[in-house]
């Protein structure tokens, strides 16, 4: 069977600050990281999606295909601050399917 | 064993949490000092985009790394003499330019690969909101153009080779580059 080129992948990923952040500004501000860095183009490619039913207090994945992994951590790294507040984003992990992220979460 | 080699302002508990085992804290000197520095600190690199101060510091192997945009030239003498190519993630984060900081520093990463000259990807946190997690950095390293062994690589390989050195000098026993007493 032949597999197709793009496969998703869904990252874990946790929030450092001192407040909780709303994940809609979160998902904003990764998607405005993103357009900035590699244009409409490679956004368009990439398609980031927070999964809203994963988000748990600044701990959340965020899905997206397996080429452009290593362009999502940059964008989320150069994240520094939502609405006013000072973050990090840490990944945790890359999963291949969502069973795996809900035995995890 | 992952290390930050260069970090401003340390938080351990962070640090730890972010998946380091250990850093470098960052100081600043005149550049006159450097050969006397190399002697007395752990780590010396020269920060600079002249190619003169950076082709003499190569030849003369007064530093550790040099940081900033650096010839092929500079890069072969840099891979003669193992100085490494020091790479900070804050010179993107702070950058108003972000585009030409990518390219320059991809630019000079993919010639390093070329040359193998060894390099160092760290943080360069000003603060603490600045610190970034191991994979953070190993993606960062992957984005400039280096396969996922080799980002890795960059946050461990010559910085164990320089705490190694630094171990064998608080005992006495390091005389010169490959030269050790028994």
């Known amino acids: 069977m032949v597999k197709p080129k793009n496969r998703k992948r869904y990252i874990g990923f946790k929030i450092i600050s001192d407040k909780e952040i709303e994940p809609k500004?979160?998902?904003?501000?990764?998607?405005?990281?993103?357009?900035?860095?590699?244009?409409?183009?490679?956004?368009?490619?990439?398609?980031?999606?927070?999964?809203?039913?994963?988000?748990?207090?600044?701990?959340?994945?965020?899905?997206?295909?397996?080429?452009?992994?290593?362009?999502i951590k940059i964008s989320?790294?150069?994240?520094?601050?939502?609405?006013?507040?000072?973050?990090?984003?840490?990944?945790?992990?890359v999963f291949g399917t969502l069973k795996k992220i809900k035995e995890r979460f | 064993m992952f290390w930050d080699f260069w970090v401003e302002a340390l938080d351990e508990k962070l640090l730890k949490e972010?998946?380091?085992?250990?850093?470098?804290?960052?100081?600043?000197?005149?550049?006159?000092?450097?050969?006397?520095?190399?002697?007395?600190?752990?780590?010396?690199?020269l920060v600079s985009n002249d190619e003169k101060a950076q082709?003499?510091?190569?030849?003369?192997?007064s530093v550790d790394a040099i940081a900033g945009f650096i010839e092929d030239k500079v890069l072969r003498e840099m891979a003669q003499r193992n100085i490494a190519l020091l790479v900070k993630f804050s010179d993107l984060l702070d950058s108003k330019?972000?585009?030409?900081?990518?390219?320059y520093t991809t630019k000079?990463?993919?010639?390093?690969?070329?040359?193998?000259?060894?390099?160092?990807?760290?943080?360069?946190?000003?603060?603490?909101?600045?610190?970034?997690?191991?994979?953070?950095?190993?993606g960062f390293g992957e984005a400039l153009g280096l396969t996922?062994?080799?980002?890795?690589?960059?946050?461990?390989?010559?910085?164990?080779?320089?705490?190694?050195?630094?171990?064998?000098k608080r005992t006495g026993r390091y005389i010169s580059l490959g030269v050790v007493k028994k």
């Open chain 2, 55 to 61: 082709q003499l510091a190569a030849k003369r192997s």
């Open chain 1, 25 to 71: 500004e979160f998902e904003k501000a990764v998607k405005d990281s993103f357009m900035r860095l590699f244009g409409e183009f490679g956004l368009s490619s990439a398609n980031p999606k927070l999964l809203y039913e994963f988000w748990d207090k600044n701990t959340g994945v965020l899905q997206t295909n397996n080429i452009a992994i290593p362009k």
């Open chain 2, 148 to 168: 996922a062994k080799e980002a890795k690589e960059a946050l461990f390989k010559f910085q164990e080779k320089v705490w190694k050195r630094q171990e064998l």
């Open chain 2, 97 to 103: 330019n972000k585009a030409r900081t990518f390219y």
């Open chain 2, 18 to 45: 972010l998946g380091f085992s250990g850093a470098c804290v960052f100081g600043e000197a005149k550049a006159k000092e450097l050969k006397v520095l190399k002697g007395q600190k752990d780590f010396t690199v």
């Open chain 1, 76 to 93: 989320l790294a150069l994240l520094k601050e939502i609405g006013g507040i000072k973050i990090i984003v840490q990944t945790l992990k």
């Open chain 2, 108 to 138: 000079t990463v993919k010639l390093a690969r070329k040359i193998r000259t060894p390099i160092v990807v760290c943080s360069g946190a000003k603060d603490k909101w600045q610190l970034r997690s191991v994979s953070e950095l190993v």
